[in-house]
């Protein structure tokens, strides 16, 4: 049990925490650590581990996401697998977001600690075997950030196919002529080219669409259509996804209607050329098709490329003006400067409201502006030359199309997700597969080409491998239940599941271990290792101690939370150091798509008044389609719940993004609030003391 400095000790008695521990089933040995992550206290434990010859490990203290590898090494180190591993977040998620109640924290503490060991005695040794990767890249996309990618991966020594719908390379840069701050881009663009050209690794397919991947990562084939040219076959073991994104076409502002009305790339295209003709009074229009209801995000390059755009003007026609109508100015980071000189230089700034935003109407030769200025809170009336829209960075029109054949997740705006904002911002969560440039979202040149370089660095992780280990915590068939339904094979998001003969064989090394499988599987012939039936279960019913209600009864919330979203934001909150009731208990699993009806149903026999599932955002599941299944099996629980004469109240599913911290927050708050209104639940079957039975049945 660590002390984490103050982090926990300074709100949970953590000698009280590893005291409690001693007297649970199955504990040999039990001590409080200052930081258990330090090196001198992995070799305590190394230590404990060979003087009380332990078989299971548990560490209560910080998150898993970000410390497990850690501990799990370490086990390794002394002989033990990985996998009899288990860890108890009392930091996180409990001291950090309990510090206004020190005695509930402690509480909360030793139930999680008592779940983790009541886990931990379920734990079995999971095996990894090796299986050859092919030293080869593949790179989805010609623009910038597919180029920067491909020649990186091939100056590491991998050979490696570009793959380019268009008949050129360069993508959206090849409308573009400097960055804001002066950068040669078709000296880019053409130096990228020449190198790939020359490089002796590098095949260039342009023209060219992808027809089919199959293989798992590090033994991927890919069938190619060329125009002109025979289908071809690549085979790799990495993917690259760098298909871009698409400036917005707008339909407001009277573009389809005037020649003077014009987007911000379609003016830089001139400026570039050296054309600044009808700019004597330009009028610029931020935010267009971005940060509405439809589409809430911000598309970051446009401020930046509205100030550019301007000091061009000015430098072309010195006696223009140039009004910019924004809502907020985002050029963010060492680009403020450029908004400081485009003020200096004359621009005039004027904000405005979304509520009422500019009215453009096109008068003969000239085009009318109006717009209220929030500081005068008066009317302005401009006669402009020519109006210029800051149109929205949108996805590929065919993104939906590409993410549904590589079984790639999108994000709410549509472009493609990340499996982990932060702990793995450049890797899919489908093995063996990165992503790179605006294909991931709105970003300038110079964040595409770093991405780019971060991505192939991340895959040349995998190619440099001759062999990779496969297997663990994935999903695995039982033979003798298996009724080749193909349930499975329907259900797994990412086509795994294969029946031959007569049962459904899953393959270890294209599994992700989301667990989908096992929660459709009719009759239960699919568990995951690791996160088992039994395991989820048994641990469940150690959530809650002392269950019976009494005068001082609180309320008891169970909660089964996906790995990459919820729990993320449920770390986030308490890094926030966010305040919510200590009465809810987690469950963490990979993806919300493996609960089952019988999981949630047994948390309500374990003593929880109330039940959740929270996963991601609809549309931003990381394993497509999980918490669309999640969302389904709790309104078949609320159904039986129903059926039994039991609130359906009682159970919800939330949708809380990784950074929604807050939102995770209030969830838990108002699963308490209805657990207080509703009172204990009538499904509770055992008593106080009454753990083990409870946990065996």
């Not at 100015?329 to 904000?351: L, M, N």
């Not at 270890?508 to 989820?536: F, L, M, N, S, W």
């Not at 999981?599 to 026999?605: N, R």
């Amino acid at each position: 049990v660590c002390h984490c400095g103050i982090n926990i000790a300074g709100v949970v008695d953590v000698a009280g925490v590893a005291e409690y521990a001693r007297t649970l089933p199955g504990v040999a040995h039990a001590e409080n650590l200052m930081f258990a992550c330090s090196t001198d206290n992995q070799d305590t434990i190394q230590q404990a581990v060979k003087e009380h010859h332990l078989n299971r490990v548990i560490v209560a203290s910080c998150s898993p996401r970000t410390h497990e590898p850690l501990f799990q090494e370490n086990l390794q180190q002394v002989g033990l697998n990985k996998y009899l591993f288990e860890m108890a977040n009392i930091r996180d998620q409990c001291s950090w977001v309990h510090a206004d109640d020190p005695e509930a924290a402690t509480a909360k503490s030793k139930d999680l600690v008592r779940m983790s060991v009541s886990r931990a005695q379920l734990l079995k040794p999971l095996e990894q075997f090796p299986v050859p990767v092919k030293q080869s890249g593949l790179v989805i996309g010609g623009g910038v950030s597919g180029m920067t990618a491909a020649l990186s991966l091939a100056e590491q020594g991998f050979p490696v196919a570009l793959v380019e719908r268009g008949e050129n390379l360069g993508g959206m840069a090849n409308r573009l002529g400097y960055t804001l701050e002066g950068f040669d881009v078709q000296a880019l663009v053409s130096d990228l080219k020449a190198k790939l050209e020359a490089h002796d690794k590098v095949r260039v397919f342009t023209d060219a669409v992808v027809k089919k991947i199959s293989g798992v990562i590090g033994n991927f084939t890919t069938d190619l259509l060329v125009a002109g040219q025979a289908p071809a076959r690549v085979e790799h073991g990495a993917i690259i996804v760098a298909t871009g994104a698409r400036e917005y076409t707008p339909t407001e502002y009277a573009y389809p209607d005037s020649a003077d009305v014009v987007t911000q790339l379609e003016l830089h295209e001139k400026l570039a050329a050296g054309d600044a003709a009808g700019t004597d009074l330009v009028v610029m229009i931020q935010c267009v098709g971005c940060r509405t209801e439809e589409h809430p995000y911000c598309s970051r390059i446009c401020c930046s490329q509205a100030v550019g755009n301007a000091l061009k003007i000015k430098e072309l026609n010195p006696a223009a003006e140039v009004v910019v109508l924004y809502r907020d100015v985002r050029t963010y980071g060492t680009k403020e400067i450029y908004y400081k000189r485009a003020r200096e230089a004359g621009v005039r700034f004027i904000r405005f409201e979304p509520e009422a935003e500019p009215k453009v109407s096109v008068e003969g030769e000239k085009i009318r502006v109006e717009v209220l200025d929030q500081g005068l809170h008066l009317p302005l009336v401009f006669e402009s030359t020519k109006v210029v829209l800051s149109a929205a960075v949108r996805p590929q029109e065919d993104a939906r199309a590409v993410a549904s054949q590589l079984k790639l997740p999108l994000d709410a705006d549509g472009f493609f997700m990340e499996a982990h904002l932060k702990l793995r911002p450049l890797d899919f969560a489908s093995a063996g597969y990165f992503l790179a440039g605006l294909a991931h979202g709105p970003k300038p040149i110079e964040e595409s080409v770093a991405q780019a370089k971060g991505a192939a660095a991340r895959a040349a992780t995998l190619l440099a491998k001759k062999e990779m280990m496969v297997g663990g915590e994935v999903a695995v068939v039982d033979r003798r239940n298996c009724a080749v339904c193909l349930t499975c094979v329907r259900a797994c998001p990412f086509g795994v599941p294969r029946i031959e003969g007569s049962v459904a064989k899953i393959d270890p090394a294209g599994c992700r271990g989301c667990g989908v499988c096992a929660g459709a599987c009719p009759g239960k012939a699919i568990q995951v290792a690791h996160h088992t039936d039994e395991q989820i279960m048994h641990k469940a019913a150690a959530l809650f101690d002392e269950p019976t209600p009494g005068d001082d009864y609180e309320p008891r919330v169970m909660a089964f939370i996906c790995t990459y979203c919820t729990y993320t934001a449920a770390d986030m909150a308490g890094s926030m150091r966010l305040q919510y009731p200590a009465n809810v208990r987690v469950v963490k699993l990979l993806c919300t798509g493996r609960v089952d009806t019988k999981h949630l149903l047994a948390a309500f026999e374990a003593g929880a008044d109330t039940v959740m599932v929270s996963g991601c955002e609809l549309g931003d599941c990381h394993f497509l389609d999980g918490n669309y299944r999640a969302v389904k099996r709790v309104a078949e629980t609320k159904r039986i719940l129903e059926e039994a004469g039991v609130e359906p109240e009682r159970i919800e599913m939330f949708h809380v993004g990784a950074s929604d911290a807050p939102g995770w927050a209030d969830a838990v708050r108002e699963m308490v609030r209805r657990a207080k209104d509703l009172g204990p639940s009538p499904l509770r079957k055992r008593e106080a003391g009454d753990e083990a039975e409870a946990a065996t049945a």
